[in-house]
T-cell receptor, first 119, second 109 residues
Framework: GAVVSQHPSWVICKSGTSVKIECRSL??????MFWYRQFPKQSLMLMAT?????????EQGVEKDKFLINHASLTLSTLTVTSAHPEDSSFYIC???????????????FGAGSRLTVL | RKEVEQDPGPFNVPEGATVAFNCTYS??????FFWYRQDCRKEPKLLMS???SGNEDGRFTAQLNRASQYISLLIRDSKLSDSATYLC??????????FGRGTSLIVHP
C-alpha cells in the first residue's frame, strides 16, 4: 500500500532555532500534501495544503512566514518551523492523497508524525 | 456549526461489548467519509471508508445517513486492542479532509 515517510520522528530544539520536517511519498506521486498539527488531546488541525510546484495554501491563523512549506517535487514536501518557540511544541503530521488507493483521491495516507519540543 | 463533530467520550466498555460512535458533518455535498484509528502519540491509520449506505469489515460496521448528515461506527465484540481514539473525516470546504476531534474508546477486561 501507499507509504508516506516522515522524519524526524522527534526533535528537541532550543527556542529561536529552525526545524525542518520532511515528508516523502515512497511509492506514489503526491501532487497534494496536507500538513496537520495536533496538540495533546485535540484533533488534527490543518495547517496548510502543499501543492507541487506552487505556493502552499495556509489555513486562517497559520503564519506562512513562520511555517515555510516547500513542495518542490511530486514525492517531497517539507515544513520548516522558523524561529521556533515553546508554543510551537506539537505533533506535526503530513499526509498525502494516493489516487491509486481504493477510494481514490479522498483517501489520505499519513506520515508517522514528528513530535517537536521547543525548550 | 463545526464542519465535523464527534462526541469526545471517553466510551468505557467491557470486553465483548458492542459500542457505537456517531459523527455529524455539515457539508451536504460530501460523498465520501472515513474512520481513522489513532493510538496514543501515533499517526492516524485508515480503518474504514464509507461511500454510500455503509461498509462492513469483520467486527466493524460503518453506516452513512445522508438525510441526517451523520456517519456511525459500530464495533462488535470489543477487544482490549480496540482501545484508541477514532477519528471521523469528511470533506470540508474545497473538499479538504476535515477531522473531527475524535472519540476515545477504552475497552477494559
Amino acid at each position: 500500500g501507499a507509504v508516506v515517510s516522515q522524519h524526524p520522528s522527534w526533535v528537541i530544539c532550543k527556542s529561536g532555532t529552525s526545524v525542518k520536517i520532511e515528508c516523502r511519498s515512497l511509492d506514489f506521486q503526491a501532487t497534494t500534501m496536507f500538513w496537520y498539527r495536533q496538540f495533546p488531546k485535540q484533533s488534527l488541525m490543518l495547517m496548510a495544503t502543499s501543492n507541487e510546484g506552487s505556493k502552499a495554501t495556509y489555513e486562517q491563523g497559520v503564519e506562512k512566514d513562520k511555517f515555510l512549506i516547500n513542495h518542490a517535487s511530486l514525492t517531497l514536501s517539507t515544513l520548516t518551523v522558523t524561529s521556533a518557540h515553546p508554543e510551537d511544541s506539537s505533533f506535526y503530521i503530513c499526509s498525502a492523497r494516493d489516487p491509486g488507493q481504493l477510494g481514490g483521491a479522498n483517501v489520505l495516507t499519513f506520515g508517522a508524525g514528528s513530535r517537536l519540543t521547543v525548550l | 456549526r463545526k464542519e465535523v463533530e464527534q462526541d469526545p467520550g471517553p466510551f468505557n466498555v467491557p470486553e465483548g461489548a458492542t459500542v457505537a460512535f456517531n459523527c455529524t458533518y455539515s457539508n451536504s455535498a460530501s460523498q465520501s467519509f472515513f474512520w481513522y484509528r489513532q493510538d496514543c502519540r501515533k499517526e492516524p491509520k485508515l480503518l474504514m471508508s464509507v461511500y454510500s449506505s455503509g461498509n462492513e469489515d469483520g467486527r466493524f460496521t460503518a453506516q452513512l445517513n445522508r438525510a441526517s448528515q451523520y456517519i456511525s461506527l459500530l464495533i462488535r465484540d470489543s477487544k482490549l486492542s480496540d482501545s484508541a481514539t477514532y477519528l471521523c473525516v469528511a470533506p470540508g470546504g474545497s473538499y479538504i479532509p476535515t477531522f473531527g476531534r475524535g472519540t476515545s474508546l477504552i475497552v477494559h477486561p
